[in-house]
């Protein structure tokens, strides 16, 4: 099955439909069933000791499931989540993008479910590692 939506496209819907998703984030590309975004940290983003703070490797993680279940079932703004877990790893690595790769393992009727690795840039350890659950909005 392939993406009803490019990268192009997905960047559009979410200045225009999802705005809150602040400067720092980018789609990097989409393909049947997985996406790549990133996330630039800035100060905001950092904790006491210039790690990463939690919830921004959650929202990460968030957006790239979100990103990837648009890309599959198209503009629907109303795909929420519906359960989320994560794991952190190790502290990323200090002036890198974070990369999350995303993989969706189910597309239901309902249900999205998808799993998320994200790295420092350049990195191959895994910095998290996430799970989460989508539900899609019933069709009008």
Same mark, same amino acid.
């Given at each position: 099955?392939?993406?009803?939506?490019?990268?192009?496209? $997905? +960047? /559009? %819907? *979410?200045?225009?439909?999802?705005?809150?998703?602040?400067?720092?984030? /980018?789609v990097?590309?989409? #393909?049947?069933?997985?996406?790549r975004? +990133?996330?630039?940290?800035?100060? #905001?983003?950092?904790?006491?000791?210039?790690?990463?703070?939690?919830?921004?490797? %959650?929202? *990460?993680?968030?957006? #790239?499931?979100?990103?990837?279940? *648009?890309?599959? @079932?198209?503009?629907? !703004?109303?795909?929420v989540?519906?359960n989320?877990? $994560?794991? %952190?790893?190790?502290?990323?690595?200090? #002036?890198?993008?974070?990369? !999350?790769?995303?993989?969706?393992?189910? *597309?239901?009727?309902?249900? @999205?479910v998808?799993?998320?690795?994200?790295?420092?840039?350049?990195?191959?350890?895994?910095?998290?590692?996430?799970?989460?659950?989508? /539900? @899609?909005?019933?069709?009008?």
């Amino acid at each position: 099955m392939q993406p009803k939506m490019s990268v192009e496209e $997905i +960047r /559009s %819907f *979410l200045e225009m439909d999802f705005p809150q998703v602040h400067d720092g984030f /980018s789609v990097d590309e989409v #393909g049947p069933m997985r996406a790549r975004v +990133r996330l630039s940290p800035g100060h #905001g983003e950092l904790r006491p000791g210039g790690t990463v703070s939690g919830p921004t490797l %959650f929202t *990460l993680a968030d957006l #790239g499931v979100y990103v990837a279940a *648009l890309a599959m @079932i198209g503009p629907k !703004a109303l795909t929420v989540t519906t359960n989320a877990s $994560i794991d %952190f790893m190790r502290k990323p690595a200090p #002036g890198l993008d974070l990369v !999350a790769e995303v993989d969706l393992l189910k *597309l239901g009727r309902v249900l @999205i479910v998808g799993d998320v690795h994200m790295r420092s840039e350049g990195q191959e350890q895994v910095v998290a590692r996430a799970s989460l659950t989508y /539900s @899609i909005p019933p069709k009008d």
